[in-house]
T-cell receptor, first 112, second 116 residues
């Protein structure tokens, strides 16, 4: 079946540091890939997505590139802020599966 | 426009009672999903509705759980005879469809259920 693996947290960084959260997936064919973010006390928000190989999703300074050859969708941000402290979820979707398959989530804490 | 709304935002109940959770999807979205977020299990798929098709109930953990979607819009998730292990945040999401470009799911704020 489909699965998503992402690095375990927590990840603790200083403001303006570079952030990478690794995400790899297992799926047949070409799933769509997503990053969702959950800020403290809030619901899941779509951060970015990519629907085919080599696509790059970007939003709010975050980027992720769909790498079919390594089945990865790593999230990066060049300079994090305290407001980026949240839990980040990598997910894949295949229409035949009728659902999003999520990774376990990575908690990121950015300190001033 | 308005996003996905869910009610109640919090629900405390006693073990053995029934609860109903409501989801109002984004207008025009044909697909509706329920997920559960708990500490030990992460984010789990529960059930999926698409238009007038039969729902995909493959994620429901037991027959105490059921859901319906009336008129292709509002959905209700019902948990009968609640157990303490049902305590979790129940998330609803909707999408325009399931085809390429339509599949992005937008989530509601969730209902936090606590079973005492």
């Amino acid at each position: 079946g489909n699965s998503v693996t992402q690095m375990e947290g927590p990840v603790t960084l200083s403001e303006e540091a570079f952030l990478t959260i690794n995400c790899t997936y297992t799926a047949t064919g070409y799933p769509s890939l997503f990053w969702y973010v959950q800020y403290p006390g809030e619901g899941l928000q779509l951060l970015l997505k990519a629907t085919k190989a080599d696509d790059k999703g970007s939003n709010k300074g975050f980027e992720a590139t769909y790498r079919k050859e390594t089945t990865s969708f790593h999230l990066e941000k060049g300079s994090v802020q305290v407001s980026d402290s949240a839990v980040y979820f990598c997910a894949l979707f295949k229409a035949a599966g009728n659902k999003l398959t999520f990774g376990g989530g990575t908690r990121v804490l950015v300190k001033p | 426009g308005a996003g996905v709304s869910q009610s109640p935002s919090n629900k405390v109940t006693e073990k053995g009672k029934d609860v109903e959770l409501r989801c109002d999807p984004i207008s025009g979205h044909t697909a509706l999903y329920w997920y559960r977020q708990s500490l030990g299990q992460g984010l789990e798929f529960l059930i999926y509705f698409q238009g007038n098709s039969a729902p995909d109930k493959s994620g429901l953990p037991s027959d105490r759980f059921s859901a319906e979607r009336t008129g292709g819009s509002v959905s209700t998730l019902t948990i009968q005879r609640t157990q303490q292990e049902d305590s979790a945040v129940y998330l609803c999401a909707s999408s325009y469809g399931v085809g390429e470009g339509e599949e992005t799911q937008y989530f509601g704020p969730g209902t936090r259920l606590l079973v005492l």
